[in-house]
């Protein structure tokens, strides 16, 4: 998780649990050893999140599927562009679990993602100079 996402959880589960500002910062102080979320460590920030859950907060679960991400629904789309016709989503998987040994788009980390991205750019790029007259 991002550093940016680990501080939405952080800010979300004061204000969830009902903290007043004086026993939020005392519990920043205890855990994290700062005054401000913002000053958190990544190692620090994740002390917080479970601190929060051992005093009762219960994280939500995302209700937008993994297919949602921009990230996956941009890999769709590329893949698509490359290949005419309706998308081959069999193809596609098997490219995934070729090239980043996971299952589907779907199951892709970030960095992965962005990767397959730009893989999927590069092979569109190729495709387009090999059709374009010299």
Do not use: C, N
């Not at 009902?18 to 102080?29: F, P, V």
């Not at 769709?76 to 996971?102: N, S």
């Amino acid at each position: 998780m991002s550093h940016p996402a680990m501080l939405a959880k952080i800010h979300i589960a004061k204000k969830e649990l009902g903290l007043q500002d004086a026993e939020y910062r005392a519990l920043l102080q205890r855990v994290g050893k700062v005054a401000s979320a913002k000053d958190l460590s990544e190692k620090a920030a994740i002390a917080v999140i479970d601190e929060f859950k051992r005093l009762g907060w219960q994280p939500r679960e995302s209700t937008r599927p993994p297919a949602e991400r921009a990230e996956t629904r941009k890999i769709y789309a590329l893949w698509g562009a490359l290949h005419a016709g309706p998308l081959d989503r069999d193809a596609l998987r098997a490219w995934v679990l070729g090239r980043f040994q996971v299952a589907a788009p779907e199951f892709l980390k970030p960095l992965q993602a962005r990767e397959a991205i730009e893989q999927l750019k590069a092979w569109q790029k190729r495709l387009l100079a090999e059709r374009s007259p010299r």
